[in-house]
């Protein structure tokens, strides 16, 4: 039975056309990204480039390669009238955009870059926001108000397969790149959704120290398994890469904590709220799972810098339950 394509289950789920041609470029776009990935151990491009972007994080050569691609090919798309990269300080504007184009993409080109030397999974993150307005020159206030409007969210997963999630408002489906056919095939029911119970959580450990009492008091509980309230014993993965521990999530339940952390720089945690955060959010909820910042859900929050960090907790409702009651508890 021939698997349905990435662009018939887009029209079957009533997406407006500017966002569609968004995916279908975004598609294409990383499909390149996967080849680019593939080959860049023989092309010498697993390393630093001497560049750094608005954080003052070293740049990675493929975090430059990526983001020029994506941008060179959202700027061919009409109706896209602005872009957020976490590779550019500023919003990039579409001067081919059309009159009435008024969405904006945001997206982290190769998110978890420190995973490209030693051949880690890495990943895509795109969000497609319908801005307010229509004027000339998107600012970054017309996209941070825009935050709450997500019309698509997704990511790329670049691991032994290339594989797409992705959501454009209601159910949540999973696609695998076809090799020999060049495109995204559907690969589940188009109904994914994020088990509800799970014994598996996801944080970095080596900055226990650090951590708000909500999360010290969860990870305890994890940690005492059987002996303590919860009763039952916890495993832990670490992948180091969003999109891998995410996608871990999607397939076999979980939860991932990104905390803000006592710590110079981390206050607000490291994950970006525009382009890693948000969309995850989006995708988690629609597979029925949770995603909270300290007490607030992710996608309600009102960021006031396009790069803005924000603290994450998502995956399983019952473990992000209670989470946020501990939160609840301790303000
Ligand atoms: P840490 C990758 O650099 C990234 O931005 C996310 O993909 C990942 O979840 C996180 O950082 C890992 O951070 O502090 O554990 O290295």
Request: charged share 20%; hydrophobic share 40%; with cysteine.
């Amino acid at each position: 039975l021939q698997k349905q394509t990435l662009k018939d289950w887009i029209k079957g789920q009533g997406a407006s056309k500017g966002v569609s041609d968004i995916l279908l470029t975004i598609a294409s776009s990383c499909t390149g990204i996967a080849k680019i990935v593939n080959d860049a151990p023989l092309d010498g491009l697993i390393g630093a480039s001497s560049q750094t972007n608005v954080q003052g994080e070293v740049q990675k050569d493929l975090d430059i390669i990526t983001n020029d691609l994506m941008v060179a090919d959202l700027l061919t798309v009409s109706s896209v009238s602005a872009m957020v990269s976490e590779e550019i300080d500023e919003v990039i504007q579409n001067s081919n955009k059309s009159e009435n184009a008024n969405l904006a993409v945001c997206f982290d080109p190769l998110d978890g870059s420190s995973n490209i030397d030693n051949n880690g999974i890495i990943g895509t993150i795109f969000s497609v926001l319908e801005l307010a307005s229509n004027s000339k020159n998107i600012t970054s206030s017309d996209v941070l108000s825009a935050s709450r409007n997500q019309k698509a969210a997704g990511y790329f997963i670049y691991g032994p397969a290339c594989l797409l999630m992705v959501s454009v408002g209601n159910k949540v489906a999973m696609f695998a790149l076809s090799e020999k056919q060049q495109q995204f095939l559907l690969v589940d029911g188009g109904d994914v959704s994020i088990a509800k119970q799970s014994n598996e959580f996801a944080i970095n450990m080596s900055y226990q120290r650090f951590w708000d009492s909500a999360i010290a008091k969860y990870i305890e509980q994890c940690l005492l398994g059987e002996q303590g309230k919860r009763k039952k014993n916890f495993n832990m993965r670490w992948a180091g890469s969003m999109v891998a521990d995410v996608h871990r999530i999607f397939m076999h339940g979980g939860v991932f904590i990104y905390p803000s952390m006592d710590k110079k720089g981390s206050e607000n945690g490291k994950l970006r709220f525009l382009y890693e955060a948000n969309p995850m959010a989006m995708l988690v909820e629609n597979a029925g799972g949770m995603a909270i910042s300290n007490s607030l859900p992710i996608r309600e929050i009102r960021a006031t810098n396009i790069h803005q960090r924000v603290p994450v907790v998502l995956g399983s409702s019952q473990e992000v339950e209670i989470l946020l009651n501990l939160y609840q508890n301790t303000q």
